[in-house]
């Protein structure tokens, strides 16, 4: 650890490197290390670390460091944290350097004269990417080169310029710890304590943080920053035992064209995280938890009436759990590949662990408990439409039965181990399916939502809670008293099933069969979950023929 130091001369207070163009080519590598509070007290050159010149071939290895609060006199083409200068000559200039910044944390740095920026790092020439500059899986806050703001590249690891903002989640008890242990470990919830990549660690066969701690290199990954291990959660807020409901898919789990919210009165008990139900959609508040209520998400003005809100008020009103935390993870117009886990071609999969790690984050700082029983899966749309990405890029979704009940159990799978995994609870939640609506249905086959029914009636911890057909629509979606319906269905089931112990399946066909006296006459026994069986007079106008066709 490097902290305190402060020069009044040339600048450089942790490492000041002048002149180096001897015969012999400079490596340096500094690696699990935490520069804290350095700096220069001059206007004119560098301040925690300041390089004069480098010879060609030199190099320079930063490797999970946490460079933060270091400062310069000058303004921000003065580097409070790094300063690579130039004078001019090509074979003396720093861009001779190859500068190679891996899992490293360098933010809020800063320059006396523009103490509103941050000044973290300041090439005086054209630092070019993948030539004498490279970033990797690091949190930088702001770089000028050449006295303009550096871009990243398109396929960027990294994330750059966000000023003075702490992006990385380091602790704000910086002091306090730098007192205890000489270094700043990451918030409990920060994002990145699985951002960095554990091969730049193990090209110098470093697998311990600056403390000594062992990395975790699970998946190859481990913490951005010189400390693997997070600090401990401050406790804030009301602790709570928490029932975690999620609903995931595409636009009848979001509740897409709804227009009005019947849902805007809070049920006591109901929560829901951030400003809104949808963990997307423009909820930028991830670390609160508020009372539900139904209202327009953030940056689609129709996405309203959320059907996981009539299911949770439901199961509330019926006095099942002290507080439900209701959360939508879901995006319209999405085949099953997209949201799948394993899909090369899209990350939607990831608002689904953004769930997770928000709610329990959210839970641990307010010392409250989570459990999750439960998953709603409404999709199955575009999967018959054939709109969308297959898994893989160039290729097309899927319209067979089989291949999408395979990835719906694959789907299910991987969202209750990762679930298991991250609340760290036994029981797998029960996945409760719909079975897709009759506007997009088509073929003779019914083959997704057959795939939906067979799944439910192959599989134990899959309930399917019938199709949304007799719900009021507008055309494809329903309308927000069909989404609030659908959801009050939802609660009926998972009543049903989670509270009562019981089985569920939606009305469907068990037998077909020929009449031996009238070959014209078809026998078709339905299992009933409640006799008797009664067609709709009521808001439909009779018809002669009902139900099915046959080819």
């Given at each position: ?217 699970l998946n190859n990954k481990c913490a951005v920053g010189a400390v693997e291990v997070a600090a401990d959660p401050v406790f804030e807020g009301v602790s709570r035992n928490y029932t975690h409901l999620i609903m995931y898919g595409q636009s009848l789990s979001t509740g897409h064209e709804s227009h009005v919210t019947l849902s805007a009165t809070n049920v006591p008990g109901n929560y829901m995280i951030g400003s ?262 009521k808001t439909l106008a009779k018809v002669t023929d009902y139900g099915f066709e046959l080819y």
């Amino acid at each position: 650890m490097i902290t305190g130091n402060t020069s009044i001369s040339r600048g450089g207070a942790a490492l000041a490197m002048y002149n180096t163009t001897a015969e012999n080519n400079i490596h340096l590598a500094i690696i699990n290390t935490t520069v804290y509070k350095n700096g220069t007290d001059s206007q004119s050159n560098g301040g925690a670390f300041f390089f004069d010149s480098a010879r060609t071939g030199s190099t320079l290895d930063l490797v999970n460091c946490t460079i933060t609060g270091n400062f310069t006199g000058g303004n921000a083409g003065h580097g409070a944290a790094f300063r690579f200068f130039s004078n001019g000559s090509d074979d003396t200039s720093c861009k001779n350097l190859i500068k190679r910044i891996s899992n490293t944390i360098i933010e809020s740095n800063i320059a006396a004269q523009h103490p509103n920026q941050g000044s973290d790092i300041s090439n005086r020439f054209l630092a070019v990417n993948g030539e004498d500059l490279f970033i990797n899986n690091s949190c930088i806050g702001f770089i000028l080169n050449n006295n303009g703001t550096y871009v990243p590249d398109a396929q960027s690891t990294n994330k750059i310029g966000y000023q003075l903002q702490g992006l990385s989640g380091l602790s704000v008890k910086k002091d306090s710890f730098i007192t205890v242990q000489n270094s700043i470990p990451l918030d409990f919830d920060s994002d990145v304590l699985e951002y960095g990549n554990a091969q730049y660690l193990k090209n110098f066969d470093v697998n311990t943080d600056q403390l000594g701690n062992a990395r975790n290199f699970l998946n190859n990954k481990c913490a951005v920053g010189a400390v693997e291990v997070a600090a401990d959660p401050v406790f804030e807020g009301v602790s709570r035992n928490y029932t975690h409901l999620i609903m995931y898919g595409q636009s009848l789990s979001t509740g897409h064209e709804s227009h009005v919210t019947l849902s805007a009165t809070n049920v006591p008990g109901n929560y829901m995280i951030g400003s809104q139900i949808w963990i997307n959609y423009g909820n930028s508040d991830l670390k609160t938890v508020n009372p539900l209520v139904g209202k327009p998400s953030k940056n689609v003005a129709d996405i309203i009436e959320c059907p996981l809100l009539g299911a949770a008020n439901h199961i509330q009103l019926k006095g099942l759990h002290e507080s439900i935390l209701a959360t939508s993870a879901g995006t319209s117009g999405k085949p099953i590949e997209d949201l799948s886990k394993e899909s090369q071609v899209s990350t939607l999969y990831n608002d689904y662990l953004n769930t997770l790690k928000s709610a329990y984050n959210m839970a641990r700082r307010s010392n409250s408990t989570i459990t999750c029983p439960a998953l709603f899966w409404l999709q199955g749309e575009w999967n018959y439409q054939g709109y969308g990405n297959g898994l893989t890029a160039g290729s097309t979704p899927t319209f067979d039965k089989n291949q999408y009940k395979s990835l719906l159990i694959t789907l299910k799978n991987n969202m209750q181990s990762d679930l298991k995994a991250i609340y760290g609870q036994a029981e797998a939640p029960t996945f409760f399916t719909y079975q897709v609506g009759v506007q997009y249905s088509k073929g003779r086959e019914l083959t997704i939502g057959m795939a939906q029914l067979e799944a439910s009636n192959e599989y134990s911890d899959i309930v399917c809670a019938g199709p949304v057909y007799p719900m009021t629509d507008v055309g494809g979606h329903l309308d927000a008293n069909g989404y609030r319906w659908y959801g009050e269905m939802l609660g009926k089931v998972y009543y049903k099933t989670k509270i009562l112990g019981e089985n569920f399946k939606p009305l469907q066909p068990v037998e077909l069969s020929r009449d031996n006296a009238n070959q014209k006459k078809v026998i078709i026994k339905f299992f009933v979950p409640k006799m008797p069986l009664v067609l709709d007079e009521k808001t439909l106008a009779k018809v002669t023929d009902y139900g099915f066709e046959l080819y």
